[in-house]
């Protein structure tokens, strides 16, 4: 097999690998929280982390998500360029959103999305943060904002960067998609719960 190719698998395999490690989980079970995965939504992200009433523990969860993402990013570009980086960045999410350790239930990918994207152009990253924020406070809606941060990431991806980088983050917002599928639902029938609304599942 050539190097080349050896080299881009080595950054998939990298990228699930970091990807996939479940910190919401870990970090909920040494605060003696218990299973995060027995509240709310069910997932491992830093949203659900935070309806355990502890933000810092969200914060710290939303932290270490974003970095699970970035480092593989960073080290794949250092070792074998800006494919595998990219390569490496969409591995990050999928492990996230499909991790072999928990029967392939994970999180919704937001703070992996951000980390990805932090790492393989900030300025396309920070333009993600902005229209999560924007939203956030103009619908209070998390998930809306997620939705619509993915939905333009490709956009922006092409016209700072170029049009790898835009289908990079065309597949990440695709598996974004896909893990807040409910809340899509939700969103149609106007039942999707806003910021703040309590301990419903989003």
């Known amino acids: 097999m050539p190097t080349d190719v050896l080299s881009l698998l080595y950054a998939i395999v990298l990228g699930y690998l970091l990807g996939s490690i479940p910190f919401g989980l870990l970090l909920t079970r040494a605060a ?9 939504s069910g997932n491992i992200g830093a949203t ?11 914060a710290a969860t939303l932290l270490l998500d974003a970095a699970k993402a970035a480092l593989p990013v960073l080290l794949a570009r250092r070792l074998w360029g800006e ?3 990219m390569l490496a960045g969409m591995a990050a999410m999928v492990g996230h959103c499909f991790p072999v350790w928990l029967n392939f ?9 951000i980390g990805s994207l932090l790492a393989l152009s900030w300025p396309v990253g920070l333009i993600f ?5 924007f939203i956030a406070l103009a619908r209070k809606m998390s998930s809306l904002a997620a939705l619509t941060a993915g939905a333009t990431a490709p956009i922006f991806a092409y016209v700072v960067v170029n049009e790898w980088l835009a289908a990079a983050a065309a597949v990440m917002a695709l598996l974004l998609f896909f893990q807040h ?14 910021i703040g609304a309590g301990k419903k599942k989003a």
């Open 105 to 113: 239930k994970g999180g919704k990918g937001v703070a992996v999305f």
């Open 181 to 194: 599928r409910e809340n899509i639902a939700r969103l149609f029938a106007g039942t999707e719960p806003k």
């Open 48 to 58: 659900n982390v935070l309806r355990t009433g502890n933000r810092w523990l969200a």
């Open 83 to 85: 494919d595998a980086a």
């Open 32 to 40: 003696g929280l218990g299973d995060i995965r027995a509240i709310g």
């Open 129 to 133: 943060c902005a229209v999560w924020l």
